[in-house]
C-alpha cells in the first residue's frame, strides 16, 4: 500500500510538563459515576467448588499468531453474555463520513490540522462496533467545535460497518462483521491474500495509524468493570504508555499485558511497540459497554489526551472535565486464558479487578479443565462477558505492581 505523507506533521516537539488538574469543570457529567472501588478481595475459599488441578495456559505473546482465516465460521457460546442494560444510545455520525477528507475514498476520517506545527494526535472510536462511548465522545469534541491549536489531530471512525448494524435489541451482535478488527495489526495479515470486511478497513488506513504520534483508542468491556488503561506489553512499548497514562491522571488501574494469541492489536504495531521510538499509543477500557457512566470517562480521557498532548489548551479541556484525577495503580499481566472450548464457564460472578487470595484457586472451567489463580493475591482482569470462540482470550491474570 502506499505510504502516507506525514511530512506536514513532522518538526514537533513534546509538550512540556503535566497539565494540573481539578474536579468537575463545572459541566453536567453525561451519567452516574461509577464510584473509585478498590480492587475487591474475594473471600477464602469463596469460589472454590472443584477439585481441581492447575492448568496454565502458554503466554499468549503476539508473535505466537499466525495468518490463519477469520473464524467467521467456528462455532461460537453466548451463554456468558452481560445483561447489562442498555443506557447509551448510539449516535448518528453518517455527518462525519464525508467530513474534512484526507485521503479520497477513505470516509468516516475526520481531520483537523493546525497551521502551527505539532505532533498528529489520533483519536479512535468503534475499534468494535457495539462499544460507542468512543462515537460519543467524538461526537462531543465535533459538537464543541474542537480545533487543534497545532498539529493534525484525527478522529476515526473504525469498524463503522459493525456500527451500521448496531442493535440495541441484540447489543452483543455487532462487535465486529467477519474477525475482530483489533487483531488484524500485524504485516503478516495485512499483507496476506485473506480477506474481510475488517482487514479492507484496517488495509486502508495502516498506513494513516502508522503516521500518528500520539494515539488514544476507545474502547468498552463486556463485564461491568471499572474503566482500565491497556497499556500494552511491558517490553514492546507499555512503559512509555504507563508514562502516558500517568500524565493523563486517569483511569486509576493501568494494564500491562501479554498481548492476545489471536493476532496483533493496533496499539502493538511498529512505532508504538518499539520502546524507542517516540509514538506512544494506549487502549481505554472506559468501562461497561453500554453503561451512562462509560461515555463520561471517555470523554474525560480525550480531552485530557488533548490537552497533554497539545492539541487543545488546557483550560479548554479543563473547562470540561468532570471527573477528578485519581490515584492509579499498575497492573501487570503475567498470562491470558484463552478458551480451549466452547464449554468455558465462570465459578463465580467476577467482573474484573478482583483480588483472589490463594494460589490455586479455580476461578473457570474449560471443558474438563480447571483454570486456577497461578499465584497469591492474583488480580483477575477483564473477565468476559461476550459471546466468544475457541481461541479467544477470556481472562488475564494479574500483579499489583
Ligand atoms: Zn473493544
Redesign the pocket.
Known amino acids: 500500500m502506499e505510504a502516507w505523507d506525514a511530512g506536514e506533521v513532522s518538526g514537533w516537539s513534546r509538550p512540556v510538563g503535566g497539565v494540573q488538574w481539578e474536579a468537575s469543570g463545572g459541566r453536567r457529567p453525561v451519567g452516574a459515576v461509577r464510584g473509585e472501588a478498590s480492587g475487591r478481595h474475594l473471600k477464602k475459599g469463596s469460589t472454590v467448588t472443584l477439585h481441581h488441578h492447575t492448568s496454565r495456559t502458554p503466554l499468549n505473546r503476539p508473535e505466537a499468531m499466525d495468518s490463519r482465516p477469520p473464524s467467521e465460521a467456528a462455532p461460537t457460546a453466548e451463554h456468558l453474555l452481560s445483561q447489562a442494560a442498555v443506557e447509551l444510545e448510539a449516535p448518528d455520525i453518517r455527518g462525519y463520513r464525508k467530513l474534512h477528507p484526507f485521503w479520497p475514498g477513505i470516509d468516516y476520517v475526520i481531520r483537523l490540522q493546525s497551521p502551527r506545527p505539532g505532533p498528529h494526535v489520533l483519536i479512535q472510536a468503534l475499534?468494535?462496533g457495539n462499544?460507542l462511548c468512543g462515537a460519543i465522545a467524538i461526537d462531543y469534541l465535533m459538537r464543541e467545535s474542537i480545533r487543534p491549536e497545532r498539529g493534525v489531530l484525527s478522529l476515526v471512525f473504525a469498524n463503522v460497518e459493525a456500527y451500521r448494524r448496531w442493535d440495541p435489541e441484540h447489543p452483543h451482535s455487532n462487535r465486529y462483521c467477519d474477525e475482530d478488527y483489533?487483531r488484524v495489526w500485524s504485516d503478516d495479515v495485512l499483507n496476506s491474500t485473506r480477506d474481510s470486511i475488517e482487514l479492507r478497513r484496517a488495509r486502508a488506513l495502516c498506513a494513516y495509524i502508522d503516521s500518528a504520534d500520539f494515539l488514544l483508542d476507545l474502547?468498552?468491556m463486556s463485564a461491568p468493570c471499572e474503566p482500565l488503561m491497556v497499556c500494552g506489553v511491558r517490553e514492546g512499548g507499555g512503559l512509555k504508555a504507563v508514562e502516558l497514562s500517568r500524565a493523563l491522571g486517569l483511569p486509576r488501574w493501568l494494564m500491562m499485558d501479554t498481548g492476545h494469541a489471536a493476532g496483533l492489536r493496533m496499539i502493538e504495531r511498529r512505532a508504538f511497540a518499539d520502546p524507542h521510538a517516540g509514538a506512544v499509543a494506549v487502549l481505554l477500557e472506559a468501562g461497561q459497554h453500554w453503561e451512562m457512566s462509560t461515555a463520561q470517562v471517555a470523554i474525560d480521557l480525550s480531552l485530557r489526551f488533548l490537552a497533554h498532548t497539545g492539541t487543545v489548551p488546557p483550560r479548554w479541556a479543563q473547562s470540561r472535565c468532570v471527573l477528578p484525577t485519581t490515584h492509579q495503580q499498575v497492573i501487570q499481566v503475567t498470562e491470558a486464558v484463552t478458551a480451549q472450548s466452547l464449554d468455558f464457564v465462570w465459578l463465580g460472578e467476577y467482573q474484573g479487578l478482583e483480588i483472589v487470595p490463594d494460589q490455586g484457586t479455580p476461578v473457570a472451567r474449560d471443558g474438563d479443565l480447571s483454570i486456577c489463580t497461578p499465584y497469591p493475591d492474583c488480580v483477575l482482569v477483564m473477565p468476559t462477558r461476550a459471546r466468544f470462540a475457541p481461541g479467544q482470550t477470556m481472562l488475564r491474570f494479574g500483579r499489583l505492581l
Do not use: L, P, R, V
Open positions: 475499534t468494535h462499544e483489533n474502547h468498552s
